[in-house]
């Protein structure tokens, strides 16, 4: 059984750096073929797409928050950690940590894979 949890503070000031890390058992993030992925869901608007770490250690952003992020992962601990710079309010959300098949990262498909439960985080301005 594949599980993720995120991890990470609750609560973070306008211009700082959000970072948040996702703890996986029962499968390693290096196994060849999946995108070990973080997406966002703020309140009234439907998920949005982060970014990913490959199993190969390639990343990949979405445009939207390209310049502000980036992803780094720790093979000892099998974790994987999103770091999100100068945030704001804007950036409030729930943040979850997922394993997708490229084919559902491509189709923006959530219904699919193994995902974590999800943790708030919200931006004090």
């Known amino acids: 059984q594949v599980q993720l949890q995120e991890s990470g503070p609750g609560l973070v000031n306008a211009s700082q750096t959000l970072s948040l890390t996702c703890s996986v058992s029962g499968d390693r993030i290096t196994t060849d073929g999946y995108y070990w992925s973080w997406t966002r869901q703020s309140p009234g608007k439907g998920m949005e797409w982060i970014g990913y770490?490959?199993?190969?250690?390639?990343?990949f952003f979405e445009s939207s928050l390209g310049s502000r992020t980036s992803i780094s992962r720790d093979t000892s601990k099998n974790q994987f950690t999103l770091q999100l710079r100068s945030v704001t309010p804007e950036d409030t959300a729930v943040y979850f940590c997922a394993r997708v098949l490229p084919v559902h990262w491509r189709r923006k498909q959530s219904g699919f894979g193994y995902w974590g439960q999800g943790t708030q985080v919200t931006v004090s301005s």
């Open positions: 770490i490959s199993s190969s250690g390639n990343t």
